[in-house]
Nanobody
């Protein structure tokens, strides 16, 4: 089992940057693929970026590709999301999640979730 705690959210102007961090506790962090999801008011939770367990393979939604970068540090049990060129439509609660599944781009495969951190991009 892994516990996840996000940090780094806040208010930023359009075009600005934020770095979200997720700290994991528990055993075997390197055995989990990690994902960042977001949920805007009135919308479903969508996968923003994901990174696999061992080889650093990554996947991004089309809406953030080229602007967001996911990375992980298995020695520190952390996964970060660097967000740049932020837009008002990036406003959402951002969640960190973990899965042992190989299908790490599938939301339903994630079974460990953090509490979320709010990101607000003002126009």
């Amino acid at each position: 089992q892994v516990r996840l705690v996000e940090s780094g959210g806040g208010l930023v102007q359009t075009g600005g940057s934020l770095r979200l961090s997720c700290a994991a506790s528990g055993r075997g962090f390197s055995n989990y693929a990690m994902g960042w999801f977001r949920q805007a008011p009135g919308k479903g939770r969508e996968l923003v970026a994901a990174i696999d367990r061992y080889f650093g393979g990554t996947s991004y939604s089309d809406s953030v590709k080229g602007r967001f970068t996911i990375s992980r540090d298995n020695a520190k049990n952390t996964v970060d999301l660097q967000m740049s060129s932020l837009k008002p439509e990036d406003t959402a609660i951002y969640y960190c999640a973990a899965t042992t599944s190989m299908r790490y781009t599938t939301r339903s495969e994630y079974n460990y979730w953090g509490q979320g951190t709010q990101v607000t991009v003002s126009s």
